[in-house]
Nanobody, 121 residues
């Protein structure tokens, strides 16, 4: 249903773009989100976007470095990550919810499998 990709190893200061491809059902009425979970830490909200209007909401600490976007035709949501630091190392997950601007993982219904981002110092 949701397939995340684009993770990898990058040096501090570098950039990565994650993708989340939706398939098998229509997510046009959903809000799509990105979460991350660093080793030994709890899952953390990153950003969310509405499929229809493209409106976005970010965790404050992500603003300015991360950008969430979507391509309706490709049924894909992206997370552009710039100026990466080792603290951004985590498994990144995409997810879908019907709840507007939700930052709670338990309010998301569908989840991708996660993609690992490793930032070296």
């Amino acid at each position: 249903q949701l397939q995340a990709s684009g993770g990898g190893l990058v040096q501090a200061g570098g950039s990565l773009r994650l993708s989340c491809a939706a398939s098998g059902r229509t997510f046009s009425s959903y809000y799509m989100g990105w979460f991350r979970q660093a080793p030994g830490k709890e899952r953390e909200f990153v950003a969310t976007i509405s499929w229809t209007a493209g409106s976005t909401y970010y965790l404050d600490s992500m603003k300015g470095r991360f950008t969430i976007s979507r391509d309706n035709a490709m049924k894909t949501v992206y997370l552009q990550m710039n100026s990466l630091t080792p603290e951004d190392t985590a498994v990144y997950y995409c997810a879908a919810t019907r709840m507007a601007w939700s930052v709670r993982g338990d309010e998301y219904t569908y989840w991708g499998q996660g993609t690992l981002v490793t930032v070296s110092s």
